[in-house]
């Protein structure tokens, strides 16, 4: 077994050497991070590679009787927004449609919330033809991943790369072959959780993952 992360700047500086030799010069890459944990990763990339940084926002659409279960994510990436289903989960459920239309437009107000929260009026950075490094700071279900790359698809990205500490073996398998890389510095087989990867798994604030935006540059027009 690896050592665990010492916490999610730890995890994004070892995450940033192992991309290093994999984007020669940069190769004009843009680096979002999912918040909230994943920007605190994604500062540390950014900074590392000399790239820019943004944020690119997601929300879990929760079971409505049971919110912490995902039956989809949705993600935004710029106008574009959109909607994954989780169908491990709808296969042994039933979800009233109206009932997840309402999931989804209240996690979607959430979703642009934080947007403003987060970069403010800035604009958020040009995807075309770029390549796209999203960060968070796990994956588990993948859920919402899946909507952040279908998201970042809308803009024509030269390469999209997702780039995580640590993640679910089967998830790793499942997403790879949406994405042009897909780097994960620990796949244990006894996966449980993305906090077992972590010394250090706290909450991350929103004021933190602002801190971390600031730090590592300003996004672009």
């Not at 070892?14 to 991309?19: I, N, T």
């Not at 604009?123 to 991943?145: E, I, Y």
Request: aromatic letters at 4%; proline letters at 7%; one cysteine or more.
């Amino acid at each position: 077994m690896r050592r665990r992360f010492a916490d999610r700047a730890d995890a994004g500086r070892a995450l940033a050497a192992e991309l290093a030799g994999r984007l020669p010069d940069g190769a004009d890459a843009v680096v979002l991070g999912l918040p909230r944990g994943g920007v605190v990763v994604a500062a540390e990339v950014a900074t590392a590679l000399g790239a820019s940084l943004d944020v690119l926002p997601v929300r879990k659409l929760g079971l409505p009787w049971q919110p912490e279960l995902a039956m989809g994510a949705i993600a935004a990436a710029g106008d574009a927004v959109e909607a994954v289903r989780q169908e491990q989960v709808l296969a042994r459920v039933r979800v009233d449609p109206a009932d997840a239309e309402a999931v989804r437009e209240r996690e979607l107000t959430e979703l642009r919330r934080r947007e403003r929260a987060y970069r403010g009026n800035r604009p958020p950075l040009t995807l075309t033809g770029r390549t796209v490094v999203l960060v968070d700071d796990g994956l588990a279900t993948g859920a919402t991943m899946r909507a952040a790359v279908a998201a970042v698809r809308h803009s024509a990205p030269a390469r999209v790369v997702v780039a995580v500490p640590v993640g679910s073996p089967q998830t790793c398998a499942e997403l790879s072959p949406l994405v042009d890389e897909l780097v994960c510095l620990w796949t244990p087989a006894d996966f449980r959780s993305v906090g077992q990867g972590y010394a250090d798994f706290g909450p991350t604030s929103d004021d933190e993952v602002r801190g971390a935006l600031g730090v590592a540059g300003t996004p672009e027009a």
